[in-house]
């Protein structure tokens, strides 16, 4: 009955909540001081992802996103920051179109944000409501929806997410989200390993999808402690290293 109750309000919150409420925000800002603070604002984090590399920086008036690779076509890097994206190969400037710049901007910005993670979550695109509290495996959480305001919030500002903090430590163990980009989807996270680096807390992850891709993602937390899951690739990040700037 309770989870009922839980799964109805968050359904009214999600069409009508355009706010942070206090304790979404309490719980938030103590697990952004838990994974590193005000480290997160000066860091520069580099890793290694799916056999590409990445520098990651973001401070809160400006940020930058690096990604390097090698393929059939030779050295690409791509660089994301305030001033837009752009690709070079070998050196020089690729064109794009605006489709093939939309795809690479949300596929560098997705790596950049779950890593960075939870301190993008005091964005000011960012609305957090507090859904209550819930258990996994004996372990009790406080559970945070995020959604975000058309205006900065980006191409995927009607995706939902679930968060679920740790209530001991306040580190994030598991999340939930709802995408409408390449089809749509629902997905649902484990934290398996976190990385102490340069007093950051960086996590790896399991990821897991619903059989059915329409799923509410309401619903991802009972459907995984059904063991209605299916895992579906791991989030592994490797060779970290975190450097501080001015």
Known sequence: MRSTIYLLLAFFLLFSCKSTDKEAQRIVDRSIQAHGGKLFEKAKISFDFRERYYEIFKSPKRYEYIREFTDSTGMVRDVLNNDGF??????????????????????????????????????????????????????????????????GGGEDFDDV??????????????????????????????????????????????????????TPVFEMGKLYKSDKLELLSEILLENIRVDFVE
């Open 86 to 151: 752009q690709r070079t190969i070998n050196g020089k400037l690729a064109a794009l179109t605006d489709e093939r710049t939309g795809a690479f901007t949300r596929s560098v910005n997705s790596v950049a944000y779950f890593a960075y993670l939870p301190y993008g979550l005091n964005d000011p695109a960012v609305f957090k409501t507090y859904l209550g509290e819930d258990e996994i495996d004996g372990k009790k959480y406080f559970l945070v929806q995020v959604t975000f305001s058309e205006e």
């Open 161 to 214: 997410f679930l968060y679920w903090f740790n209530q001991d430590n306040y580190l994030i163990d598991y999340l939930a989200y709802s995408y409408h980009t390449d089809g749509g989807g629902v997905r649902f996270r484990k934290a398996i390993q976190q990385h102490e680096v340069g007093g950051l807390i960086l996590q790896d992850y399991e990821n897991y999808k619903p059989e059915d891709k329409n």
